[in-house]
């Protein structure tokens, strides 16, 4: 389990697509809400959580959140704490009584009841695990040992690739295994499943770990190869230093061939189909007829390689660093993927490491928290088909279903209105929209788990099989036909995501209650809320990457040149604005690492506004605790960004995280001109635009 990153099924992005958020914080229950951020002081906007004092126009995000920033902590085994969070808190108290019911009931063997049962009480059978030492690692690091030539490094590798990369739906680039798989409908045809492969190898999250020349980077690097040697010594290796030196070199130098988070985000870049006879010409070093021996895909006919330069790099030093370093990096590689699975000491070293000095959590979580986290993540659907069943009302699905139409008209006149764009341009958004599956709740079919076996006393070979299970999965679907209503996010995940292969977008249960919705709310906070959300998710259909993917989804750019022309233009202006925050003062946000969902922000917020006065039918919106309509609807829009991150965890968001942080997402609202006259924002205010800089994509 890696909670540093977003293992948490759906979530990241970039320009692509893309989940609403990046959740961090392992999405594990918790006893006590930590933060008060989602419960509604009645039913709306949440009063208490606005800051008077501060002018709406000077710094909108301390407006709408000051009051709750000032009396939240953050708690010490968190690295961020806010809505997000606050709201998964509730949907895992939710979903660990159910699993806890689960375990203690007497389910038929075989049923996913059973599976939910046995997995998580294997987790939480730490004596038996303790008890069990090294035994279950033991004969992986063998079979790392006896590894004695070039070819056999290539089997390894190969065995060792799993379906853990996501690069548009989820949009997870990093695997600490040498490549990763995804499986998903294809960019030429996007009517099968296709398999991807995409660069990996890194345990830290991202390149600039190891290429990074500043003092954090280089303290970082430092802590993380006393991390190795601690790994490996518990492991029960000898020389642990000498073999912690290797690994981290070797890591540094797949670092170097990596390409950027930025540069990932290009599909354009990432569309290149390779034949299994191509490998060996474009990227030798490694043997790769070995390799897809090892992963058991001799049979597949071709492959799309996202980062052809970090095959060609990587692959390269498959042939060219020492086996020995090879040898050590698989086996740390192996300690650190199945800690969960072994001594207590273990998960404690990972947590001082990744948890204490990579995100700057103080305190590991609770085990049952973990479990829960586990088995959302292994066994999702099926915990999630409980989930529903007790959450999830058929009169909450129509409303959202009546919004989610409110908000799509609303976007058909924007792109109707588009002096710039040209008709056959306008013809196809229009058909993208008419084409958009738009899910609701959970999915219309569940998946099954009945190849995966679980075992009650068996936690390490409940992990590994879980591995297995999800790639063989993945690797059964290369070339069958897709389903568009398939989900990427579970019902009991506090998330929503655009799968732009599939025109298809998710909004899981868990999402749609009290703040971002409520039946009982009046429309104005629930379009702030959960209609931005919704706007959000459907702008990303058009947006830089939407752009690129045509109503069936396939990749076909769909823009005559004067079009993009005149988007380039209008988001190179989004990108400057947001270049100029500054979370700190030695570091910026990245307005092109964070423009898709900087777009995303700005057309929802616009398309979500049009729908709460579509809905409003003619009739005024009704004043509430002093607050007008249109006021109400853009606090709720400030209050679904209210966050308050640990200064490490912002720093990593900055660096690796295609979205901006929380505080410069509420800011959005500069852009609407709407905005101005809601709440009298006048030239000398901070947040100020002249309507010419005000930036309007659609
Ligand atoms: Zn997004």
């Given amino acids: 389990m890696r909670w540093h990153l977003k293992f948490w099924n759906c979530f990241r992005a970039l320009a692509i697509t893309c989940a609403l958020v990046t959740l961090r914080v392992p999405p594990a229950g918790s006893q006590v809400a930590p933060s008060d951020a989602s419960k509604p002081d009645s039913h709306g906007i949440a009063v208490s959580n606005v800051n008077h004092s501060v002018k709406p126009g000077d710094d909108f995000y301390q407006y709408a959140n000051g009051g709750w920033l000032e009396r939240t902590q953050i708690p010490a085994d968190r690295a961020s704490v806010g809505v997000f969070t606050a709201l998964s808190d509730l949907s895992n108290k939710r979903t660990v009584d159910l699993i806890e019911q689960a375990a203690k009931g007497n389910a038929p063997a075989a049923s996913d009841t059973r599976k939910i049962a046995d997995l998580y009480n294997s987790f939480m059978d730490e004596v038996g695990i303790e008890a069990k030492g090294l035994a279950a690692l033991r004969p992986h690091l063998q079979s790392i040992a006896a590894i004695h030539d070039r070819k056999e490094l290539a089997r390894a590798l190969g ?52 290429v990074a020349d500043t003092e954090r980077m280089r303290d970082i690097r430092a802590k993380y190869q006393a991390h190795i040697a ?38 354009h870049k990432a569309n290149n189909t390779w034949k299994p006879g191509d490998f060996a010409a474009k990227a030798p070093g490694l043997d790769w007829a070995e390799f897809f021996r090892g992963a058991g895909l001799t049979k597949q006919s071709s492959f799309i390689v996202w980062q052809p330069t970090a095959f ?74 409980i989930y529903v069943k007790d959450y999830f009302t058929p009169q909450a699905k129509a409303e959202v279903q009546s919004m989610v139409a409110n908000i799509t008209a609303a976007f058909r006149k924007r792109i109707d209105a588009l002096p710039w764009m040209d008709p056959a341009t306008n013809a196809e958004a229009q058909a993208k929209l008419t084409s958009l599956y738009v899910g609701i709740g959970y999915p219309e079919t569940w998946r099954s788990y009945s190849a995966y076996e679980v075992k009650a ?48 977008l998710n909004f899981p249960a868990a999402i749609l209650q009290p703040p971002f919705f409520d039946p009982q709310a009046p429309p104005a906070s629930n379009y702030g809320a959960i209609g931005t959300i919704i706007g959000h998710e459907i702008s990303h259909t058009f947006d830089t990457q939407g752009s690129a993917f045509d109503s069936k989804g396939r990749v076909r750019n769909w823009w005559k040149s004067e079009d993009l ?88 968001q900055v660096m690796t995280e295609p979205h ?13 001109d709407a905005w101005y006259p809601a709440f009298n924002i006048q030239s000398g205010d901070k947040l100020y635009l002249t309507p010419a800089d005000r930036v309007q994509i659609w």
């Fill in 159 to 210: 065995e060792s690739l799993r379906a853990d990369v996501d690069a548009l739906n989820n949009t997870n680039f990093h695997t600490a295994n040498l490549f990763g798989l995804w499986v998903a409908p294809g960019f030429n045809d996007s009517d099968h499943y296709t398999a991807y492969l995409l660069q990996g190898g890194l345990q830290l999250p991202d390149r600039e770990y190891y």
């Fill in 230 to 267: 601690a790994m490996l010594k518990l492991a029960g290796f000898d020389e642990p230093d000498a073999r912690a030196k290797r690994v981290i070199d070797l890591e540094h130098d797949i670092a170097e061939k990596h390409i950027s988070l930025a540069e990932n985000e290009d599909i």
């Fill in 312 to 385: 060609t790099g990587e692959s390269a030093l498959v042939g060219s660093a020492s086996l020995d370093s090879w040898k050590d990096w698989l086996a740390f590689h192996m300690v650190e993927a199945y800690a969960d699975g072994l001594p207590k000491a273990f998960g404690d070293e990972r947590f001082a490491f990744f948890g204490k000095i990579l995100s700057g959590a103080q305190e590991q979580r609770p085990r049952w928290q973990r479990g829960v986290a586990l088995v959302n993540r292994i066994l999702g659907d099926a915990v999630g088909q």
């Fill in 457 to 504: 006393d068996d936690f390490f070979g409940n992990l590994w099989r879980s591995g297995l299970f999800e790639y063989h999965y993945s690797v059964r679907r290369i070339g069958l036909p897709v389903d568009r209503k398939e989900w990427c996010m579970t019902p009991q995940t506090v998330n929503a995501v655009n799968l732009p292969l599939h025109n298809g």
């Fill in 565 to 652: 022309e005149h988007f380039n233009a209008a988001t190179a202006k989004l990108a400057a604005q947001y270049d100029t925050y500054k979370p700190f003062p030695d570091i910026s946000v990245n307005g092109k690492q964070t423009l898709g969902e900087n777009i995303a922000d700005v057309a929802g917020l616009s398309a979500a506004f049009d729908g709460f006065h579509a809905s409003l039918e003619g009739t005024p919106a009704p004043v509430k605790d002093g607050f007008s309509g249109d006021q109400q609807f853009f606090v709720a829009f400030g209050q679904n960004w209210g966050t308050k991150p640990r200064e490490s965890a912002l720093r990593q």
């Fill in 660 to 672: 901006a942080p929380a505080q410069y997402r509420a800011d959005t609202v500069r852009n609407i």
